[in-house]
């Protein structure tokens, strides 16, 4: 009869007294190594990041009066290293950081300088207008890069929501398309360093080249700092026929094809601004 055939018995390997001592020693060494390291003589514990938070459609000179704050310089240090830092433009740019300065939250130590943040926040908006669905969507649309962050700067100034980003593009694309001149309020507040819906026709007559109302085609340079969603928008917009909108009343904006419908819905705007008490502003064409 064959014999049964079985694992050898496995025995615990058991340490000696002594063992037991040395690896004792050896950890309580190792601990105690540990301790003298972190609280070698001149050594400081590593710096926690703080967090500097850069908003959709902050322009340029925001953004540096942001850094100034955080890195606790004087005010004008940060756009005095634009002329230095050798940042990552494109040429069209003429070293302007328009539109380039990508609005994100970004990590500050004691040690961090405007240049290098500012390069930071280029290269990331490089990333992004860089991304397939971006890029691809801009060479159909026969643009370049800076074209693109251009147009994704009017339609993050001019949208009111996510929701209207890709309509305020098709419009764009729609009045390039005709020749017509953008009439874009967003770039006219630009030229005249203001924020404001309330656009006397005066103003509309300037000799300037962000005044759209004037000029045809983009504007020289991007007006503010946009984000992903509206660099999305700016290449691949929704199909429609609108020429016109105009924001009737706080989360109600009015996308037209005809002037005549969109001059129904200036007036019921003009009568919005009348029963709350404010002037008439002039229609909107954009």
């Known amino acids: 009869m064959p014999r049964e055939y079985r694992l050898p018995s496995q025995r615990r390997t058991r340490l000696t007294r002594r063992g037991r001592l040395a690896l004792l020693f050896a950890?309580?060494?190792a601990v105690a190594a540990a301790v003298m390291v972190t609280l070698l003589p001149g050594e400081e514990a590593p710096?926690?990041?703080r967090r500097l938070l850069i908003p959709e459609g902050w322009r340029a000179?925001?953004?540096y009066a942001a850094i100034d704050r955080e890195l606790k310089l004087p005010p004008g240090s940060t756009k005095a290293a634009v002329a230095t830092a050798a940042l990552?433009?494109?040429?069209?740019?003429?070293g302007n950081p328009e539109g380039f300065l990508f609005p994100a939250t970004y990590p500050v130590t004691s040690k961090t300088t405007p240049g290098e943040l500012l390069t930071y926040m280029v290269r990331t908006a490089n990333g992004k207008l860089a991304t397939p669905a971006v890029a691809n969507g801009g060479r159909t649309?026969?643009?370049t890069p800076y074209q693109t962050a251009t147009l994704a700067s009017i339609i993050e100034a001019e949208a009111d929501t996510r929701a209207e980003m890709g309509k305020v593009a098709r419009v764009v694309h729609n009045r390039l398309a005709k020749s017509m001149p953008l009439q874009?309020?967003?770039t006219l507040n630009y030229a005249l360093n203001r924020s404001t819906v309330d656009v006397p026709l005066g103003d509309t007559r300037i000799d300037h080249p962000f005044n759209?109302?004037?000029r045809q085609g983009l504007p020289p340079t991007p007006i503010d700092s946009p984000?992903?969603?509206?660099?999305a928008a700016a290449v691949a917009p929704p199909p429609g026929d609108w020429l016109f909108f105009v924001t009737v009343k706080p989360g109600d904006t009015r996308f037209s094809a005809t002037y005549e419908e969109h001059k129904r819905h200036v007036a019921e705007f003009n009568r919005n601004r009348a029963a709350a008490g404010r002037a008439q502003a002039g229609p909107r064409a954009g």
């Open 27 to 29: 950890a309580i060494a």
């Open 47 to 49: 710096e926690t990041p």
């Open 61 to 63: 000179p925001q953004v």
């Open 88 to 94: 990552p433009l494109p040429a069209e740019a003429k």
């Open 141 to 143: 649309q026969g643009m």
């Open 184 to 186: 874009m309020d967003s």
């Open 212 to 214: 759209t109302y004037e």
């Open 227 to 231: 984000g992903l969603a509206a660099m």
